[in-house]
């Protein structure tokens, strides 16, 4: 017999958890916190009940308010890694596992782990971040749900990129742009051609990285997506930057920086500090640019709890240090940056700092010291840049466009006949096959 009180508090918990959702993604994190407050407390009072029927039981109360307070966990743990409150994600996600164990729910335990993952990405717990995604994937594929698939191969292939292996990477973010394509999911194609958009800048191919920005930007803007817009803004203006055209960075650095606040989006808010203080160096800005460089060290470490960015943070101060005549702490900062980097297995990152810090002991007058580390740079940055890398990178270009193209042509093919099955209950038979003929000339 079914408790009817009970009953209708899960169906008001259900209501209360879809504006739960509608504030969660107008960044309403307050007023979506009150309302899990209030689900926890209608909700905790029954959870421990015996006479609501088996928590495995689906069609039980008991699973229901399981269920619930899974989700309710989910949507805390979420709001807190927004918020790079990454300790507070983690307990919740826990919890949140928990009671999906409890009542077998590998549905929203595939949403936890991916955010485990992503939080563990953050803090650069590396080994366990990939765990997290191949356990996801691994559920994602044993029901199917490609709807959330794409999101950890694109982790991964964020993960591999960042390691420098952009052969896998190039794997990964193929395989997550083909699901999100199949079932037309706007925002994973937008995240994915951001991606793929990075991994060209990293392999110095500017052009195709500022073609796939563009197209991503678009995607975000059609379905207005802020934090996604954040990011494209960002990496646009880590394009100009590269590129020498700084002004137009550092407009483009801060409209993604005051986006991204705004959006409480606090872990990409570091990238487009850094971003800013660098273009301030570029400048000649020195005075600028080292009160950035050391408020994105402190924000990184001390407000994120991340390494995540630091290496370049660390990068661009021992590069600053050394321009304004302090080779001593520059080598420190950049040693710093090496150790690091290696800890991280970041590749491109060791190189880059072993190439700047070849220069600060070449400054010191140490020349054997400088030869050693210009070798070591060389030796790497061929290794992750390799043609063959880069070969896969055209391909993937190539059989994206070919794959547009044909869908095009597949679209004109259906409106043509569909005109001609249109034209055919309308004119004679004589007329329309002269039409036809014409247009296939």
Same mark, same amino acid.
């Given at each position: ?14 209501? &209360? ?9 107008? *960044? ?25 029927g ?22 805390f ?8 409150e ?94 999100d394509?199949k ?26 990285? *500022? ?17 996604g ?11 100009y ?15 993604a ?61 021992? &590069? ?23 800890e ?10 072993s ?6 002991? *070449?400054?010191?007058?140490d ?5 050693? &580390?210009?070798?070591? *740079? ?27 193209s ?13 005109t ?15 039409l ?6």
């Open positions: 017999m079914i408790d009817n009180t009970v009953h209708h508090i899960t169906l008001e918990a259900d209501t &209360l958890l879809d504006e739960v959702e509608i504030l969660y993604r107008k *960044f309403e994190y307050e007023a979506a916190e009150q309302i899990l407050r209030n689900i926890l407390s209608m909700l905790e009072h029954h959870l421990h009940r015996d006479d609501l088996d928590a495995l039981d689906e069609a039980s109360l008991k699973h229901t308010i399981i269920s619930h307070m899974s989700r309710v966990y989910n949507y743990a979420a709001i807190a890694d927004s918020r790079a990454y300790a507070n994600a983690l307990h919740y996600a826990e919890i949140g596992i928990s009671y999906c164990d409890q009542a077998n729910n590998e549905i929203i335990k595939i949403r936890f782990l991916q955010l485990k993952g992503n939080v563990y990405k953050d803090i650069t717990d590396n080994s366990r971040a990939i765990e997290c995604f191949h356990q996801c994937i691994e559920l994602c594929e044993k029901h199917n749900k490609l709807e959330i698939l794409a999101y950890p191969l694109g982790s991964l292939g964020n993960m591999y990129s960042a390691f420098g292996d952009f052969t896998k990477a190039i794997e990964y973010y193929t395989r997550a742009l083909e699901i394509e079932i037309n999911h706007k925002e994973g194609i937008a995240r994915n051609l951001g991606n793929m958009a990075n991994l060209y800048g990293r392999l110095s191919i500017p052009t195709k990285a *500022f073609e796939y920005l563009l197209r991503s930007l678009e995607i975000n803007e059609e379905i207005g997506n802020k934090a817009i954040a990011i494209n803004l960002g990496n646009i203006g880590e394009f930057l590269d590129t020498g055209d700084y002004h137009t960075a550092l407009e483009y650095f801060n409209r920086l005051a986006l991204s606040l705004e959006v409480s989006a606090l872990r990409p808010a570091g990238f487009w500090m850094l971003g800013i203080a660098t273009v301030e160096l570029k400048m000649g800005n020195t005075e600028a640019a080292l009160e950035g460089l050391n408020a994105t060290l402190d924000f990184r470490r001390n407000v994120l709890n991340s390494n995540e960015g630091v290496t370049d943070t660390l990068l661009q101060l021992g &590069l600053l240090l050394r321009e304004i005549g302090n080779p001593e702490e520059s080598i420190m900062r950049l040693s710093e940056g090496i150790a690091l980097a290696e991280l297995e970041e590749k491109t990152s060791i190189a880059s700092l190439e700047a810090l070849a220069e600060s002991y *070449f400054a010191l007058g020349g054997m010291k400088a030869y050693e &580390l210009h070798k070591k *740079f060389y030796e790497l940055d061929s290794a992750v840049k390799n043609e063959e890398t880069k070969k896969q990178a055209d391909k993937f270009d190539t059989d994206r466009k070919q794959a547009e044909e869908k095009q042509i597949a679209v004109e093919r259906a409106r043509a006949q569909a001609d099955e249109i034209l055919a209950n309308i004119l004679p038979a004589s007329i329309v096959e002269r036809i003929k014409e247009r296939k000339k």
